[in-house]
Nanobody, 125 residues
Framework: QVQLVESGGGLVQAGDSLRLSCAASGRTFSRYAMAWFRQTPGKEREFVAGINWKGSSTKYADSVKGRFTISRDNAKNTVYLHMNSLKPEDTAVYYC??????????????????WGQGTQVTVSS
């Protein structure tokens, strides 16, 4: 069993930066692919960014490419989402997710077995 706890969300202005963190419990964190998804009311949860277990492969949604960066520190059991040049349309609840098939990054919610509770990011214009 893996528990994921997100932190770092908040209220920022357009153009600001924010860093989200996801701390994982368990000794097998380094084997999992990790991802960030986000969701707004009335919409489906969407893939934002993902990283494989080694950190050698990453994927991004087109809407965040060039602005967001995902990274991980396996020694700290933590994955990060660095968000720059934030836009009002980035406003959402951001969720951390873990996939036991750690070698590749998948973009569908069904691929991920473990989820955090989410952290709210609000970007004002």
């Amino acid at each position: 069993q893996v528990q994921l706890v997100e932190s770092g969300g908040g209220l920022v202005q357009a153009g600001d930066s924010l860093r989200l963190s996801c701390a994982a419990s368990g000794r097998t964190f380094s084997r999992y692919a990790m991802a960030w998804f986000r969701q707004t009311p009335g919409k489906e949860r969407e893939f934002v960014a993902g990283i494989n277990w080694k950190g050698s492969s990453t994927k991004y949604a087109d809407s965040v490419k060039g602005r967001f960066t995902i990274s991980r520190d396996n020694a700290k059991n933590t994955v990060y989402l660095h968000m720059n040049s934030l836009k009002p349309e980035d406003t959402a609840v951001y969720y951390c997710a873990a996939d036991v098939l750690g070698s590749i990054v998948l973009i569908t919610t069904t691929a991920y077995e473990y989820w955090g509770q989410g952290t709210q990011v609000t970007v004002s214009s």
